[in-house]
């Protein structure tokens, strides 16, 4: 039998890059799962601001109910969610204001809200990307 010096390279040669596929597949998945917590996290604040914006709509409905002179505020929900409505402008049978929610800081939303002046049913509700 003949020995080559040579013998068991392509063996070792080829144990370290299938371990270096499977080290990049690992750290690959590790990566993925780490930016996916971030979306989802992006898409509940995002809900959360949402649900923030409609709150914020409703009370400035409601002040409008009480004073129909209202011009707008800032409220916090809670220590989390804040909104403020823009300031208020009545033309003819139709108020408008703005509401731009925020949660934590990061997710926005922003509305433009045209109502009826009368019985405050709303006449328009459109999200936007300025406030």
Request: proline residues 2%; charged residues 15%.
């Amino acid at each position: 039998m003949i020995h080559h010096p040579e013998q068991g390279f392509v063996a070792l040669i080829s144990a370290i890059i299938i371990s270096a596929i499977l080290l990049l597949f690992a750290a690959t998945m590790g990566i993925t799962s780490f930016f996916s917590r971030f979306n989802a996290l992006d898409a509940e604040l995002k809900e959360r601001s949402s649900a923030t914006a409609d709150a914020c709509v409703d009370e400035a409905l409601a002040q409008l109910a009480f004073d129909p002179l209202y011009t707008g505020g800032v409220y916090s929900l809670n220590s989390l969610d804040q909104c403020r409505i823009g300031k208020v402008k009545t033309v003819g049978s139709t108020v408008s204001f703005a509401v731009q929610a925020t949660s934590s800081g990061s997710a926005v939303t922003n509305l433009k809200i045209s109502a009826n002046v009368n019985d405050l049913s709303v006449l328009s509700w459109q999200e936007t990307t300025v406030f």
